[in-house]
Structure formats: C-alpha cells, structure tokens
C-alpha cells in the first residue's frame, strides 16, 4: 500500500469530534479508527502498541549500536465540525490539468478560487464528491506517517527509538489534555499536520475560546416598555461592540482575530461563541481584556446580565521553545535533501504540537500536501504525500 493506499482506508471511518461532549474522547466513533490503528501498528511489528484515554502510542526501538536522538511524530484522528466527515466518497483525480475539477452538480473548484491548486498541476489528486469534507485534515498525516515506518521497518533502515501517537480531539482544542509523556519517551517530536510540504513550522496562535452568556427578560410585545430586556438584541450589540477589522475574513499573517463561531438566542437568553487568536502573547491579553471590558460597559447599561467564560485553549509554541532549534533544524536539512527550499511561517492556526511544547516537549509542525482543510473543496495530491513521506524518512535517517 502507498500513502494514498492508507489515506483513502482512513477516510471511512467517521471521526468527527463533538466539542459540547464532556467524554474522552469526545465521540466513541474516533475509537474505530483508533483499533485501526493498534492492529495496523501490531501488525507492523511495532513494540508497546496501546490505546489510553483514545491516544494511539506506539515505539519502534533502535536498531543501531551508536546512540541516535530519539524522536517521535504525532497526528490526530478527528475530523473538523465545519461539514459532517461521515460515508466520504473520495475519488482520484488522474493528472489535474489545472482547469476546474467538478465535485458534484452543485460543486466545482478552480485554482482561481482556490489557489493551492496551482501548486499540484501535473498531480494525482484525491478530492471529495463535494457533499462532505475529505478528512485528510489529518488522516494524511497519519498515512504518512504509517506508510514511513512501513518503508523504514521493511527496508530495515537505521534508526534511533521512533515513537507515535494518533491523537483524538484536536479538532476542538484536547488533542493532548489526557497525552501521557511517559508513554512518549523522546526528546523532541513532529506533528504531520500542515499542508505545504516544504515547510516546517513553530510559531502558532496563542488561543482561546470566549463564551458568552446573555440573560434577558421576556414580557408580552404588546406590554413591553421599559420593562423588557431582548437578549438577542443585546447578543447583537456585544458583537458591534468588537473591533469590525479584526475578524477572519480582514485579517491575515501575523494579525489577530475575533471569531464568532456561533450565535443563537431569544428574548430570554443568547449565547455568542467566540474563538480568540493572537500571535503575540500581549495582544493575546489585550482581547481577553477587550470581551471583559464590552461586557462590563453593557452590565453597567443593563444590569448584571451578561457572564463571559474565558477557557484557554493552546500557547504559541514558539514562547516555549527556549531557542532549542534542534527539531527545526534537523526537519530543514530533510527538505533540503528533497529538492524543497524549507520555509517557517507563522501558523494561522494551531496543533497538538503547541501545547505539547507548552508541556515542554517541542513539537514543530510539518505538511502533509493536502489543502483546504475543514470543507467539502479539500483535496490531496499524491505525489507531495509520497514526497512527505521521504522527507520523514530523511527525518529519522539523517541524524
């Protein structure tokens, strides 16, 4: 089997995870893939193969005499919430041409619209039907990884201690809440969890989840005045109240955001959703302080009827590091040998990695050659998947 081989296996189990669920992991449907993954492993001949907290660990010991740095490389099995991850119907697109790829009657992509396609002209793609995501966000990092130890053990390569794990949850911010370090002894690792394959990445947001709940006071319309309190029009007015030019879609690099994930409320209650993110760990502060402050200024206008709850979710992982630049480096010199000029960006996002390096094993974040992650227009290319794959082989050879 390829890399493609394992990703479009990995792609029928439906792992979506639930973040309203108080579970570990948070859907019993990411256990599938996660026993999966354990035979896959056992299969393989790996040592201490196991399953905790919906964690997938597994280590390949040194086969060398001379002492290497043992390393490890993480993945998570969940999907994004965005569309449903469930009877994908992936197909194979032979040699894209560069024009459009119809997903379906309804749904077509273009490198116009969606410019990562530019960058796989000439590849062999592997796009949905356009009625789910693709999942590769990130079951091809997982393949990735699988197909490499495959290769690595087959060819019977020299390497120091590897260890894995396939984490649940990440997509709603636990991927690592219930990670036990003990079961990863190594002394730095990799998340396969990008997209660009020539890159390899350690800054992330600083991030944080902001819930806000509003309560109102409902009276009949027709004897309203001055008596009642519509916390719907008062979830509208908090959202007025944050700064309209750092949202998402008006904000890019190194700029922060306020997100508002989900609104819903009435006349009685409202509950707005934001997610907060911030390169800079100051302004990170700063937006805390921004939502308590929007809310103060309304429950002085108001009454006390607004409470925000503020729960951290993951820290820039570049903070941690503490200059050690030993992964990063190690990870250049890989791409280097694969043709590829390495690049850092600073990540509009997050991985397990972040709070992983937060707990004090550094963890840079590596691609996977899939793009436009969480929807229905996500594809990968094969040839960057099986590119990734030597580039994780050079990883773990060339020290």
Do not use: W
Not at 52 to 76: C, M, Q, W
């Amino acid at each position: 089997m390829s890399a493609a081989d394992k990703l479009l296996n990995y792609v029928t189990f439906d792992t979506q995870s639930d973040e309203n669920s108080e579970t570990t992991p948070s859907t019993e449907k990411q256990r599938k893939l996660a026993r999966a993954l354990v035979k896959e492993c056992q299969a393989l001949g790996m040592d201490e193969v196991r399953e905790k907290d919906g964690t997938v660990y597994a280590t390949l010991e040194a086969n060398t005499s001379e002492p290497r740095t043992p390393i490890g490389f993480v993945a998570h099995m969940d999907t994004a919430s965005e569309l449903s991850g469930a009877n994908v119907k992936a197909r194979r697109v032979e040699r894209y041409d560069g024009g459009v790829i119809a997903l379906n009657e309804q749904y077509a992509m273009d490198s116009a619209t969606f410019p990562a396609l530019k960058k796989v002209v000439g590849d062999d793609l592997i796009v949905t039907d356009g009625t789910t995501l693709l999942g590769a966000d990130d079951k091809a990092g997982i393949a990735i990884i699988m197909q490499a130890l495959e290769e690595i053990i087959r060819d019977d390569a020299p390497h120091g201690r590897i260890a894995v794990a396939f984490t649940p949850d990440e997509e709603i911010g636990r991927g690592v809440d219930h990670f036990d370090l003990s079961l990863f002894p190594v002394e730095y690792a990799y998340t396969v969890d990008g997209d660009r394959i020539d890159a390899v990445d350690y800054e992330t947001f600083n991030a944080a989840q902001a819930t806000v709940s509003i309560q109102g006071t409902s009276i009949h319309p027709g004897d309203a005045k001055d008596r009642m309190v519509n916390a719907a029009l008062l979830a509208v007015e908090f959202a007025s109240m944050l700064p309209e030019d750092q949202t998402p879609a008006k904000t890019e690099g190194r700029e922060g955001f306020y997100h508002l994930v989900s609104m819903e409320g009435e006349c009685e209650s409202a509950t707005l959703t934001y997610i907060l993110r911030e390169h800079d760990a100051e302004k990170f502060e700063k937006q805390i302080e921004t939502i308590e402050r929007v809310r103060d200024t309304l429950n002085e206008k108001y009454g006390d009827r607004i409470e925000v709850a503020v729960r951290r979710q993951y820290a820039n992982m570049k903070d941690y590091m503490k200059g050690d630049m030993r992964a990063v480096e190690r990870a250049r010199k890989a791409i280097e040998k694969a043709g590829l000029e390495p690049v850092s960006i600073a990540v509009r996002g997050g991985t397990d990695g972040a709070m992983l390096t937060q707990r004090g094993l550094i963890c840079p974040n590596l691609g996977t050659g899939s793009y436009n992650h969480h929807g229905r227009f996500e594809f990968a290319s094969v040839q960057q998947m099986d590119r990734m794959v030597r580039i994780v082989r050079d990883i773990v050879e060339g020290e």
